[in-house]
């Protein structure tokens, strides 16, 4: 496996695909838990986390278990159940043995089997794999984890931007929502910027 | 039955639209929405799921135990997916290709799990089923809108039948993500402004979170505010 593949995998997850800002998936809390930093950035440790421990999973079941035996049709049922035992087995774990761990992270665990950012980094590597044989495995899940990074970037950058804008006073009919919203899309705006950036780095 | 099922329908088109007064389902409102075809789509599987498990749990309510309900909810919307995947597939090729991962993506959608959780476990087959009907059509409202004015602005068309273009220059960023953002927070902000409260959310909460009552997080706070 060429290292520069997966380093080209890797940054284009974070910065030309981000899941949140070029994908919209995982907006609820994206929205909902970017209002303070250390919130931010807890949920998005519990995102990368799942999201890579339920791509190691599903692929393989995936793989070697559903399309051999013609099943691959049954993958959304599949897919979605393994997720959410994974989440209630990490969580149970969590709280057996690493308290602190658990006190920090495991409470937003139960949100995450509902966040389509989980869902979509397990479909949508199957999706890149079938396009391209050399994206395998590894490839997976280096994609998933630059996914939860590409997560993790774009909620702590909007903390920051909404810390700011709790500050600021905008006009009457935007309060609230929508205005967080229009901020969300200047930073998607910013996020254009880096189209191309990874082919010219590597390339 | 306190409400009349008529209330139950409209109650979903404009007082508590899941989309523009409840927020949630925002994932598919902004993936989908840049162009009118696609907002119709999407919105017509998502409807369909949603009066059919509606009613299936409904139905099932009380086989259901009471811990593992949320499981068994996920599992019944993700067979009703599966069936509008294959349907989509074999009818609506287009479509299907437009929505790409979204369409699977419809198990997630809060709106579902949320109708299930707050009404249809604790309602009657018939007023669930009209439930499911009523928010399934203001969530395709919603859409409806998003789409029609990201695809008149973005690509001078709506429904593929050229209406600007030859007035102006379509504005493309309203078709990249951040137009949708930006389309989203002015639509949240007029529904806020013609609601009965008169103001646009002040931004997402625990409430309408489909998870709420299960939520770890509450039940924590819950405990801290006993101990006191």
């Keep these: 496996m060429d290292l520069k593949f997966l380093v080209g995998i890797f940054l284009a997850a974070i910065l030309t695909e981000n ?14 838990v970017s209002k303070k930093l250390d919130t931010a950035f807890g949920m998005s440790c519990a995102v990368t986390v799942v999201m890579v421990i339920a791509t190691a999973v599903t692929w ?16 959304t049922i599949v897919f979605i159940l393994v997720i959410a035992a994974l989440v209630q087995l990490l969580e149970i774990a969590l709280h057996r043995y690493m308290p602190p761990l658990y006190n920090s992270l495991g409470i937003y665990l139960p949100l995450i089997t509902t966040n389509c950012a989980v869902l979509g980094v397990t479909m949508l590597v199957l999706e890149k794999g079938a396009a391209d044989p050399n994206f395998g495995y590894v490839a997976s899940l280096v994609n998933a984890f630059g996914a939860g990074i590409g997560f993790l970037v774009a909620m702590v950058i909007f903390a920051g931007v909404r810390e700011r804008l709790e500050l600021s006073d905008p006009p009457k009919f935007l309060k609230g929502l929508p205005i967080t919203l229009i901020a969300a899309s200047l930073v998607a705006v910013s996020f254009l910027g880096f189209n ?7 390339g | 039955m306190a409400k009349s099922l008529k209330q139950e329908f409209t109650k979903g088109i404009i007082k508590e639209n899941p989309v523009l007064r409840l927020v949630l389902g925002t994932c598919a409102t902004l993936a989908v929405t840049t162009a009118a075809v696609n907002a119709i789509g999407m919105g017509a599987a998502t409807t369909f799921v949603l009066v059919c498990s509606n009613a299936v749990i409904s ?27 294959m349907i989509v597939k074999a009818f609506f090729p287009a479509l299907d290709s437009a929505l790409g991962v979204f369409l699977p993506l419809i198990v997630v959608n809060c709106i579902i799990l949320g109708r299930a959780e707050m009404f249809a476990s604790r309602n009657r087959v018939v007023p669930s089923i009209v439930d499911g009907l009523g928010m399934g059509v203001g969530f395709t409202a919603a859409l409806l809108a998003m789409g029609i004015i990201r695809e008149l602005l973005g690509a001078g068309t709506v429904f593929g039948l050229p209406i600007l273009s030859n007035f102006m220059d379509p504005i493309i960023i309203f078709l990249l993500p951040p137009g949708g ?21 002040e931004a997402m909460s625990c409430a309408t979170c489909p998870l709420n009552a299960s939520c770890t ?12």
Excluded: W
Aim: charged residues 20%; hydrophobic residues 50%; aromatic residues 12%.
């Design chain 1, 19 to 32: 899941y949140v800002l070029n994908k919209f998936l995982g907006i609820c809390p994206f929205l909902g």
């Design chain 1, 60 to 75: 393989p079941i995936y793989t070697y278990v559903l399309v051999p035996l013609g099943l691959d049709y049954l993958q």
């Design chain 1, 196 to 202: 191309g950036l990874v082919d010219g780095l590597l």
């Design chain 2, 59 to 85: 139905a099932m309510k009380n086989i259901i135990p009471d811990k593992v309900r949320i499981p068994a909810f996920i599992t019944i919307i993700a067979g009703f997916v599966t069936i509008v995947q």
């Design chain 2, 181 to 201: 953002f930006f389309v989203f927070g002015i639509l949240i902000a007029v529904a806020g402004k013609l609601s009965e409260e008169g103001h646009a959310p």
């Design chain 2, 217 to 228: 997080k509450r039940a924590e706070k819950e405990k801290a505010k006993e101990g006191r």
